[in-house]
C-alpha cells in the first residue's frame, strides 16, 4: 500500500491518517505487505522539525498496526522536507529517481540510507495494452 499524506485541516495528524487508511484497506479485505509512506515535495510545512514528527507518528502508527513500512521518497525531497534528518533510515528505501536505468548505481546516500531497496526508474509511462500513466520501478 501507498500511503500519500494529506495536510488539508481535518485529515489529521500522521498517526491518524495511517490507522484510517490500514483500517478502510484491512475492511476492503487488502493484504498488506508493506505500507508506502510517500514523503515527497507537496504541502508539506516549512518547518523540518514539525515535518519529522509527522512522518515519525505515521511510521509509530504503521509499526503499532505490526505492518511492515518503508519510505517512497527522493534525495532532494527529503532534504527539502526534513534536512539532514536520519529517522527513517532504519527503514527500507523506495528511491524515486527517473533516470530510466535498471540499476542503483546513482544512488547516493542521504537520510542514514547507504542504498535503495527499489528504484522507480520512471513515471507518467504509457504502459501495455493502453494503460497510460504507470511508474516504472526497479529492484535487485
Known amino acids: 500500500a501507498y500511503l500519500f499524506p494529506c495536510f488539508a485541516s481535518g485529515c489529521g495528524n500522521g498517526t491518524d491518517q495511517v490507522n484510517k487508511s490500514v483500517s478502510a484497506l484491512r475492511a476492503a479485505g487488502a493484504r498488506i505487505g508493506t505500507l508506502w509512506l510517500d514523503i515527497e515535495k507537496f504541502a508539506w510545512k516549512e518547518d523540518k522539525e514539525e515535518n519529522r514528527v509527522f512522518i515519525q507518528q505515521m511510521i ?7 505492518m511492515k513500512v518503508g519510505i517512497y521518497t527522493e534525495r532532494i525531497w527529503w532534504a527539502e522536507i526534513v534536512g539532514d534528518w536520519t529517522g527513517g533510515a532504519e527503514l527500507p528505501l523506495w528511491w524515486a529517481h527517473w533516470n530510466k536505468e535498471t540499476s542503483m548505481d546513482h544512488f547516493h546516500s542521504f537520510g542514514g540510507w547507504t542504498a535503495p531497496t ?13 494503460v497510460a500513466d504507470i511508474d516504472q520501478n526497479y529492484m535487485l
Open 60 to 66: 509509530d502508527a504503521a509499526r503499532e498496526l505490526r
Open 118 to 130: 527499489l528504484h522507480q526508474i520512471s513515471g507518467d509511462t504509457e504502459g501495455p495494452c493502453g
